[in-house]
């Protein structure tokens, strides 16, 4: 009778793992078929209402419709998709009073996030937040809507971080991700560019000045204004 060493048993063990792992699929593929339809959905060319192909994405991504699959339940974990009996998956639409009802409540998330920014900040977070400034009011001149959300959302995430408060952070997060749905249309109107700007500034201005009341009191206003736009974009449309 011959006696395994721990080495041998090891090294058995380490095959037995490589093989298992070997043989489940990549659990990173969902995530980043979720994300690209992702970025489908907040750049409009999947718009609200309209439900979601599997068998089209599956072609379009290279992958299996597996992946698809997970990458639609994780959409619907964020609230994007809204999965329909018998009729498929279709990207969310809010309504306008969800609309508002979201915006006022994150206005006040918001606001607590800058004041506590406020409190916080090094001088090299106000030396970020100030490039992030610059940059946007670059691509609001420049009338590049797509640069300016995204530098608008790395605005918005660096005052997050620099809160510190994880509870806060992923309430906002919750709010940011379903209003996705109607911000991004917002920023392709050049003047609406301009005030969201103005209003960015001045919340930088307050962080870096240390003022917690001010930094609450421009960002909430910020959030309620910018809900106040879509409320007139919605109108005209």
Do not use: W
């Not at 048993?9 to 070997?22: L, M, P």
């Not at 072609?59 to 597996?66: E, I, L, P, Q």
């Not at 206003?221 to 809900?227: D, M, N, R, S, T």
């Amino acid at each position: 009778m011959s006696i395994s060493t721990g080495s041998e048993v090891r090294s058995a063990r380490e095959r037995k793992a490589g093989d298992e792992q070997a043989s489940r699929p990549d659990q990173s593929l969902p995530l980043q078929v979720a994300e690209k339809v992702k970025e489908m959905i907040y750049s409009g060319e999947v718009k609200p209402g309209e439900r979601l192909n599997e068998v089209a994405l599956a072609a379009r991504m290279g992958v299996s419709r597996g992946p698809v699959r997970e990458a639609i339940r994780i959409l619907t974990g964020f609230g994007l998709v809204t999965p329909v009996l018998n009729r498929g998956v279709y990207v969310r639409e809010l309504t306008v009073g969800e609309m508002v009802e979201i915006s006022e409540l994150r206005a006040v998330v918001f606001g607590f996030i800058a004041g506590t920014a406020a409190e916080q900040r090094s001088s090299r977070d106000v030396e970020h937040l100030k490039s992030l400034i610059e940059k946007m009011g670059a691509a609001a001149e420049a009338g590049d809507g797509d640069r300016y959300y995204r530098l608008n959302l790395e605005f918005h995430a660096a005052v997050v971080t620099l809160c510190g408060s994880r509870r806060a952070a992923r309430v906002y997060s919750d709010f940011v991700k379903e209003l996705h749905l109607f911000r991004r249309q917002n920023f392709d109107n050049p003047g609406n560019m301009r005030k969201s700007q103005s209003e960015h500034r001045r919340i930088y201005e307050a962080i870096a000045a240390g003022s917690k009341p001010d930094a609450v009191r421009e960002a909430e206003q910020h959030i309620l204004a910018g809900c106040q736009r879509m409320l007139r974009d919605e109108v005209r449309t």
